[in-house]
């Protein structure tokens, strides 16, 4: 099966910004390891200022995503990371109160093939990258 791009999406609080690029600075090794259980490869953040925007991309590598999902939201050190980034963003989906709930917290949006487009040299100066594990 050929690996799936995502791309999500969710809102940074302005006044969380340095925290949150503190924490992801220094992913826990555990939630790496969760990731990685899960079938999840080349995982970025980025933030773009303008509207605060956070933007991950990754690639799944699995077969049954929901299952996989379902684990990484069963571990204890991704909750506890979540619970200490979920307070620094804003979801964009209504209802959703955090991470690993039954409501999506990030909207995420599947890809089969990469879109491509003009890219925007003023939007790619603004955008800045916060994380990636390797």
Known sequence: MPAKRIC??????????????????????????????AHIVDYSIFHFPP????????????????????KVAEDPETQRWWALTDGMQESFIEGATGSGKDIPW???????????????????EQTLWLFQAV
């Open 8 to 37: 999500q999406l969710i809102k940074l609080k302005p006044s969380a910004e340095e925290e949150y690029k503190k924490i992801h600075a220094a992913v826990w090794p555990s939630v790496l390891a969760a990731l990685e259980r």
């Open 51 to 70: 509207l605060q925007l956070l933007i991950a991309t990754m690639k799944y590598t699995g077969d049954d995503y929901e299952a996989d999902m379902q």
């Open 106 to 124: 990030w909207s995420v949006r599947f890809k089969s093939s990469p879109i491509f487009a003009p890219f925007d040299s003023v939007a790619a």
